[in-house]
């Protein structure tokens, strides 16, 4: 009775417009800890399930809360039963360490799994500590910004920061871009695991090119671990790559990070015409 008391004053909370604020609790095994996930909503109807759970419908500033994430949008589901949530329209996925957004997502706080599709925008964010006085050409200093990583569709676990990347994947980090058919990304190890058809361009002319469909990249961000590990396709075993180097006047050859914008000629002032006599 408590219970039914509970969900009315719920809908009579909808009912007036204000927002709406709900805890359901996670249900676990008897070994595991309990987590409390939270939704508050515009507007929210309370559907009691068979089994003696509650299926809940959110419309309007939806927010659903966890212990290490926070799932924002406009329209959204939750299943007190399944502990799964799910979303038709554009939604924003946090945890402490990155970002996500999409068109639609489901997430599974029972796994802490999200499974989000259309327009997929991650933004990593790799811990910069010395990042500013790497040495020149290092990884580190090359990709020192937060990563922006681009795709149809991830599979994502906010507990171990790893995902699942298909589908016209993208990364650009400042202004180098990296592009391949799929790909993993692990947070906690700070990598990046591209493979098939990989491209690497940057505007001073840099380039990678590594055909074939089972073709690999590895780039590792790590603070004083950075590298990148680039592996052929067996079928193709082939990797292009293009480097600008800059030759100094004592002869020695340095590599261009940056395009250089050559400067604009001056132009040389003309004498006007003398006037012709009247």
Same mark, same amino acid.
């Given at each position: 009775?408590? =219970?039914?008391?509970?969900?009315?004053?719920?809908?009579? #909370? =909808?009912?007036?417009?204000?927002?709406?604020?709900?805890?359901?609790?996670?249900?676990?095994?008897?070994?595991?800890?309990?987590?409390?996930? &939270?939704?508050?909503? *515009? $507007?929210?109807?309370?559907?009691?399930?068979? /089994?003696?759970?509650?299926?809940?419908?959110? #419309?309007?500033?939806?927010?659903?809360?966890?212990? &290490?994430?926070?799932?924002?949008? $406009?329209?959204? #589901?939750?299943?007190?039963?399944?502990?799964?949530? @799910?979303?038709?329209?554009?939604?924003?996925?946090?945890?402490?360490?990155?970002?996500?957004?999409?068109?639609?997502?489901?997430?599974?706080?029972? =796994?802490?799994?999200? &499974?989000?599709?259309?327009?997929?925008?991650?933004?990593?964010? %790799?811990? $910069?500590?010395?990042?500013?006085?790497? %040495?020149?050409?290092?990884?580190?200093?090359?990709?020192?910004?937060?990563?922006?990583?681009?795709? /149809?569709?991830?599979?994502?676990?906010?507990?171990?920061?790893?995902?699942?990347?298909?589908?016209?994947? #993208?990364?650009?980090?400042?202004?180098?871009?990296?592009?391949?058919?799929?790909?993993?990304?692990?947070?906690?190890?700070?990598?990046?695991?591209?493979?098939?058809?990989?491209?690497?361009?940057?505007?001073? !002319?840099?380039?990678?090119?590594?055909?074939?469909?089972?073709?690999?990249?590895?780039? @590792?961000?790590?603070? !004083?671990?950075?590298?990148?590990?680039?592996?052929?396709?067996?079928?193709?075993?082939?990797?292009?790559? *293009?480097?600008?180097?800059?030759?100094?006047?004592?002869?020695?050859? *340095?590599?261009?990070?940056?395009?250089?914008?050559?400067? *604009? %000629?001056?132009?040389?002032? $003309?004498?006007?015409?003398?006037?012709?006599?009247?």
């Amino acid at each position: 009775m408590k =219970t039914r008391t509970l969900i009315f004053a719920l809908l009579a #909370t =909808t009912i007036s417009g204000t927002a709406l604020y709900a805890r359901q609790t996670a249900k676990s095994p008897a070994s595991a800890k309990t987590r409390i996930v &939270d939704t508050t909503a *515009e $507007q929210a109807r309370i559907t009691p399930l068979p /089994g003696g759970g509650e299926f809940t419908t959110l #419309t309007g500033n939806v927010v659903i809360t966890s212990v &290490d994430s926070t799932l924002n949008t $406009q329209k959204a #589901t939750y299943n007190n039963d399944t502990q799964i949530a @799910s979303s038709p329209t554009r939604l924003r996925l946090d945890d402490k360490q990155n970002t996500l957004t999409a068109d639609k997502g489901v997430a599974y706080y029972s =796994t802490r799994d999200a &499974d989000f599709s259309g327009n997929v925008v991650i933004n990593a964010r %790799p811990q $910069q500590g010395g990042s500013a006085n790497a %040495p020149k050409g290092s990884v580190r200093r090359n990709f020192k910004d937060p990563v922006a990583i681009t795709c /149809g569709k991830v599979r994502y676990n906010w507990r171990t920061k790893k995902g699942v990347l298909t589908e016209n994947l #993208t990364i650009k980090q400042k202004n180098r871009t990296i592009t391949a058919t799929r790909g993993l990304y692990d947070g906690v190890a700070e990598t990046v695991t591209l493979v098939g058809n990989i491209k690497s361009r940057n505007p001073s !002319g840099e380039a990678a090119d590594v055909p074939g469909a089972n073709s690999r990249a590895v780039v @590792s961000f790590k603070e !004083g671990d950075e590298y990148m590990d680039i592996f052929s396709d067996p079928s193709v075993k082939k990797v292009h790559g *293009e480097i600008v180097v800059r030759e100094k006047a004592n002869g020695e050859v *340095e590599v261009v990070e940056e395009p250089t914008t050559p400067p *604009e %000629p001056v132009a040389t002032p $003309q004498a006007s015409p003398s006037p012709a006599p009247p």
